[in-house]
């Protein structure tokens, strides 16, 4: 690991599993410029008692994040640089050592222990290889159009494995949902999601002011159009033509 990352064990709850190693679940929060809620997703997870660990990648916060996550039980993994949200999940990733990974975004609101058991359980139970839990929409029919399109959501549980199979150029900001995605078809693993209502987030605009915010929902979309073309048009076209062979 890269000397200038620096990981700190905090909390009482650090030294010992939380769980039997049959779960073993390490949850994972990469953040960035989190301090308002980043406490409130580690409470919430620390009271759910099938977690073996819980790790925070501060991903170059100039806030009070890192500060925030010291006043909780949660390791903390800070980065001298924001290097976006998918190579933050990587480190933390590897300085996991659960079997399962769960991922929460820092910002998600709504979450409770019954929830998390709603996206863990499959996973965990062996239903599924990977889960997601989608948020909500206010609007029913929007609900139901998330069927046709990609699932997206930053609450997802996946075996380790599955992150281990991934090609390390598709770790990388947004693109890695869908990444996550693709290649656990590819594997001929099972993947399954489920639409949780009261599960939110804080919109980009009101968390950064309107013209930043939505420059970063901007940068977010453009991410994730590329990697759906990159992945299930050239990809494939690749892979059909023999010229790769994942």
Same mark, same amino acid.
């Given at each position: ?7 700190? &064990? ?9 769980? =039997?190693?049959?779960?073993?679940? =390490? ?47 949660a390791r903390l ?18 300085? =996991? ?17 019954? #929830? ?6 499959? #996973? ?75 599960? =939110?987030?804080?919109?980009?605009? &009101?968390?950064?002011?309107?013209? #930043? ?8 979309v453009y991410d ?8 299930? #048009? ?13």
């Open positions: 690991m890269d000397k200038k990352i620096i990981e700190e &064990k905090v909390g009482a709850t650090n030294g010992s599993p939380r769980m =039997s190693e049959r779960y073993s679940i =390490s949850a994972i929060i990469p953040a960035f410029d989190e301090e308002k809620n980043i406490r409130n997703v580690i409470n919430t997870l620390e009271d759910y008692a099938l977690l073996k660990e819980i790790i925070v990648v501060d991903d170059g916060s100039r806030d009070a994040t890192s500060n925030m996550v010291r006043k909780t039980g993994i800070t980065l001298p640089k924001n290097l976006g949200k998918g190579r933050a999940m990587d480190v933390g990733v590897k300085a =996991s050592t659960g079997k399962f990974i769960f991922f929460l975004d820092a910002d998600i609101t709504g979450l409770n222990t019954e #929830v998390i058991d709603r996206i863990v359980s499959p #996973v965990v139970r062996g239903e599924f290889d990977m889960f997601v839990g989608i948020r909500a929409r206010k609007a029913y029919f929007l609900n139901k159009m998330l069927r046709l399109f990609p699932v997206l959501g930053g609450e997802r549980i996946l075996a380790k494995e599955i992150w281990d199979h991934l090609p390390s150029e598709y770790k990388r900001g947004f693109q890695i949902e869908i990444a996550l995605n693709y290649f656990t078809k590819r594997m001929g693993k099972k993947m399954g999601f489920e639409i949780i209502r009261g599960l =939110s987030q804080t919109i980009k605009e &009101k968390k950064y002011g309107f013209i #930043v915010g939505f420059g970063r929902r901007l940068v977010m994730v159009v590329l990697i759906g073309i990159k992945l299930y #048009v050239v990809h494939r076209i690749r892979k059909r033509l023999g010229l790769v062979h994942k």
